[in-house]
């Protein structure tokens, strides 16, 4: 039941397209995996074997940690409507910070909003499909609001506390930034 690609068609950049949410796994060369939901408007497709996503401040920075470490990084995509479908990107990942030369390529590709952090790129190795019928129907509703507005709350100065605090090293001890 599952197909392997070397690249996204446009049947693959079709279904990412419509989709709320996404997962991100990485795990270190040594320590824990991760594995974490993503949201709010945040994948992009660059080309048929690049994909990017923007990165929010959050309770941990381990995928920057992780891809500092060892560079795998899965993307996986579930449908929840009617059409049963999981697809999942396998690659390379990278961070780019703000104030870089590709974090400002690419942030052309978003609205600016409070809170970002980073914005990773994958290069695709390959991907697969899968058929998702156990994957329950679920409607989508709406954006939560809470992170624009966790982020207001603090302000510029806060973040970057907050940042420094939490974001700087993985819950492993790995380095997280250069």
């Given at each position: 039941m599952a197909d392997f690609f070397d690249a996204l068609e446009q049947k693959h950049i079709?279904?990412?397209?419509?989709?709320?949410?996404?997962?991100?796994?990485?795990?270190?060369?040594n320590g824990r995996l991760n594995l974490s939901p993503k949201g709010l408007d945040s994948f992009r497709i660059i080309?048929?074997?690049?994909?990017?996503?923007?990165d929010y401040?959050?309770?941990?920075?381990?995928?920057?940690?992780h891809l500092l470490?060892?560079?795998r990084i899965t993307i996986m995509f579930n449908s929840y409507s009617r059409n049963a479908l999981i697809m999942k990107l396998y690659g390379m990942g990278q961070s780019h910070a703000p104030g870089s030369a590709r974090f400002d390529e690419l942030m052309t590709l978003y609205k600016d909003a409070p809170?970002?952090?980073?914005?990773?790129t994958i290069k695709i190795d390959n991907l697969q499909t899968s058929c998702g019928?156990?994957?329950p129907l679920?409607?989508?509703v709406e954006e939560r609001k809470t992170l624009t507005k966790w982020c207001d709350k603090k302000g510029e100065q806060g973040l970057k506390e907050y940042f420094a605090e939490?974001?700087?090293v993985s819950i492993d001890g790995l380095p997280a930034v250069k």
């Open positions: 079709d279904f990412i397209n419509v989709q709320q949410m996404f997962f991100v796994a990485t795990a270190p060369k080309s048929p074997t690049e994909v990017a996503y923007l401040v959050g309770s941990g920075n381990e995928t920057a940690a470490d060892d560079g809170g970002i952090r980073q914005i990773f019928y156990g994957v679920y409607e989508f939490k974001n700087m």
